[in-house]
DNA sequence: AAAACCTTTACAATATTTAGACATGGCACA
DNA sequence: TGTGCCATGTCTAAATATTGTAAAGGTTTT
């Protein structure tokens, strides 16, 4: 980096600073509400040049990303506009320091339950690990128990798996008892009549399951009917299950491999089969290496759970009962 | 403001306050139901905002998913709503008093049952095919469920899939349906404590599950605590499984294909991987193919669900004492 | 000159609260 | 069997709060 003439400030890396529409760009919010935000919660207050612009670090980019995730996740921005950055980061992945039993002191170690999970898992130890998986359920309430415990051991058995840590064995035990708690946990009564239904299925060529897991658990537990697929499926047959039970929508969890050749035929495919008027998600660890396809293909990208139940809430409303928010 | 003495922590930021509908989705429970729980009972009183808007804090989310649970329980919410958390959560410990009449008459029909599923399935229609086998459980109890109708369910199931009458999509998902069924049908009762272990789990290269689903709850309802894997496991991860679980005894689900070069020397790996005292059970539909390899290996053909509940109560009384047995 | 930016003000959409009406199902009692 | 009552959840309506978006009018940058 030549900057040797100018000599000025030997500042190591003088912390770039973006201009708003930049700073828009990457942290995915509109240049309008970076600006109230300011001027009504002084969420962030940037440097400004001489002629009175707004100028962001990268440190306050970050800022901006974890404000949109908070407030995606449900909670107003007045309240948390002043937080500290690590309290915030403590809103989205709240380790859970859950008061269970709350006798004693309180406890406070970082992610009781997942760790608890990580040994049963490694002792093939079904008894146990059903029963923190119990626990933690009645604790944390479905979706919490999906968004806190589930999703993260999930990407955590993954890591362990591709670093040699765990066997396939292990991931398949795992699987088959999650696959049976959240079976349960998320099953109350009757659904509402007019349910929508939802195919979560998981491509040809996608082996890993527990992604197609957490989506069905939490569309039942946010009143939709779930046809569940499994893993491994072929475009066509796909499209004919959506065909059959008259789906409102398909879910599909692409985790591993993120390079697979056929993969992106597969999804065209998958999009030209499906009924116009039948809407396609697609979340996972390795979605955003088909983010361009999904595009072309109309189909929906799904960043997170929390993403997942917008966009949900989303589809359910334009048909059907006015009011769509009936839970339970 | 020394708090070393002290030892009583000073708060380091004060609870995070969650607005209601933040709630709403993290408990299960519609924003109207909260609010007439407070108003009606005073279940949950939160904090409010200058502005009376309510703010929830963790504790009390968690204690709304007691009442949830507890509601859905069957409980009166009128009776149950100023109970204390310790006491919510001992309602739902306690066991539900089940009315299992498990003493299935002797001979009821099960063929209707069977047209029923076939039904269910060809439709995708979930509901319909969970229905249809919990009353079947009920009609015809454990034993006879998995006997009399999803064993030759899955035969059926694999017949009209070789013909082209169903798509592998219909397969797949009556494979997801039972594995919920069954998962819960065959486990009211809290293990004896030395209850032996079984892992089950198909070698690589057998990708239908019914079979292995069947064994399992065979065994589980027999008494075993179950390791199961799923399928299309290499050898060398079951008998790591077999190994870290303690297994008395391997059980293999045999169904297509039948021909399979490389099935054999799994087989034969598997048998030289697995400790001498651990006994190694194969049945299923493509079993007698590969009844010879099988004979070297010294695992047991096993030929059907009466036969494997036998050997499984052989196999459990001889407390794994000297090794006159060991079918290797 | 066009584009990007700034501030202030206004407006629209969504959430939340309260109070009360309404629907349903169970149950006692005639 | 029907009738009334209670428990419970759902829904509406009107007032207020919150929050995103837009318009207007000016300045700076390209």
């Given at each position: 980096m030549g900057r040797l003439n100018c000599g000025?400030?030997?500042?190591?890396?003088?912390?770039?600073?973006?201009?708003?529409?930049?700073?828009?760009?990457?942290?995915?919010?509109?240049?309008?509400?970076?600006?109230?935000?300011?001027?009504?919660?002084?969420?962030?207050?940037?440097?400004?040049?001489?002629?009175?612009?707004?100028?962001?670090?990268?440190?306050?980019?970050?800022?901006?990303?974890?404000?949109?995730?908070?407030?995606?996740?449900?909670?107003?921005?007045?309240?948390?506009?002043?937080?500290?950055?690590?309290?915030?980061?403590?809103?989205?992945?709240?380790?859970?320091?859950?008061?269970?039993?709350?006798?004693?002191?309180?406890?406070?170690?970082?992610?009781?339950?997942?760790?608890?999970?990580?040994?049963?898992?490694?002792?093939?130890?079904?008894?146990?690990?059903?029963?923190?998986?119990?626990?933690?359920?009645?604790?944390?309430?479905?979706?919490?128990?999906?968004?806190?415990?589930?999703?993260?051991?999930?990407?955590?058995?993954?890591?362990?798996?591709?670093?040699?840590?765990?066997?396939?064995?292990?991931?398949?035990?795992?699987?088959?008892?999650?696959?049976?708690?959240?079976?349960?946990?998320?099953?109350?009564?009757?659904?509402?009549?007019?349910?929508?239904?939802?195919?979560?299925?998981?491509?040809?060529?996608?082996?890993?399951?527990?992604?197609?897991?957490?989506?069905?658990?939490?569309?039942?537990?946010?009143?939709?009917?779930?046809?569940?697929?499994?893993?491994?499926?072929?475009?066509?047959?796909?499209?004919?299950?959506?065909?059959?039970?008259?789906?409102?929508?398909?879910?599909?969890?692409?985790?591993?491999?993120?390079?697979?050749?056929?993969?992106?035929?597969?999804?065209?495919?998958?999009?030209?089969?499906?009924?116009?008027?039948?809407?396609?998600?697609?979340?996972?660890?390795?979605?955003?290496?088909?983010?361009?396809?999904?595009?072309?293909?109309?189909?929906?990208?799904?960043?997170?759970?929390?993403?997942?139940?917008?966009?949900?809430?989303?589809?359910?409303?334009?048909?059907?009962?006015?009011?769509?928010?009936?839970?339970?």
């Amino acid at each position: 980096m030549g900057r040797l003439n100018c000599g000025f400030f030997v500042e190591p890396m003088p912390d770039a600073q973006h201009p708003i529409q930049l700073v828009s760009r990457l942290s995915g919010l509109s240049v309008h509400v970076i600006r109230i935000w300011e001027q009504r919660y002084n969420a962030v207050e940037p440097r400004r040049t001489h002629s009175n612009r707004r100028l962001y670090t990268q440190p306050q980019i970050e800022r901006l990303n974890l404000l949109r995730e908070v407030t995606q996740a449900g909670y107003n921005i007045s309240q948390v506009a002043q937080f500290s950055e690590a309290r915030l980061r403590k809103l989205i992945d709240e380790p859970v320091a859950v008061s269970n039993g709350s006798f004693g002191g309180p406890s406070e170690a970082s992610a009781p339950f997942l760790d608890e999970c990580l040994v049963a898992i490694k002792a093939l130890d079904g008894l146990v690990l059903e029963d923190v998986l119990k626990r933690a359920a009645s604790a944390l309430g479905t979706q919490g128990l999906l968004q806190r415990l589930v999703a993260p051991l999930s990407h955590l058995l993954g890591e362990l798996w591709r670093d040699g840590s765990l066997t396939a064995a292990h991931e398949h035990f795992a699987t088959s008892v999650l696959r049976g708690v959240l079976g349960n946990a998320s099953k109350p009564f009757g659904l509402p009549a007019h349910a929508p239904t939802l195919v979560v299925a998981t491509p040809a060529g996608q082996l890993h399951e527990l992604g197609a897991l957490l989506v069905s658990a939490s569309a039942v537990s946010l009143g939709w009917r779930v046809t569940y697929l499994g893993t491994s499926l072929p475009a066509a047959e796909i499209a004919g299950a959506a065909q059959i039970s008259k789906a409102r929508a398909v879910a599909l969890s692409l985790v591993y491999p993120e390079d697979d050749p056929n993969l992106a035929g597969e999804l065209v495919r998958l999009g030209e089969a499906l009924p116009p008027e039948t809407a396609l998600l697609a979340g996972g660890r390795a979605m955003p290496a088909y983010r361009n396809v999904l595009e072309g293909i109309g189909a929906v990208p799904v960043d997170n759970l929390i993403h997942l139940g917008t966009t949900l809430d989303d589809l359910r409303k334009p048909r059907n009962t006015g009011h769509g928010k009936s839970k339970r």
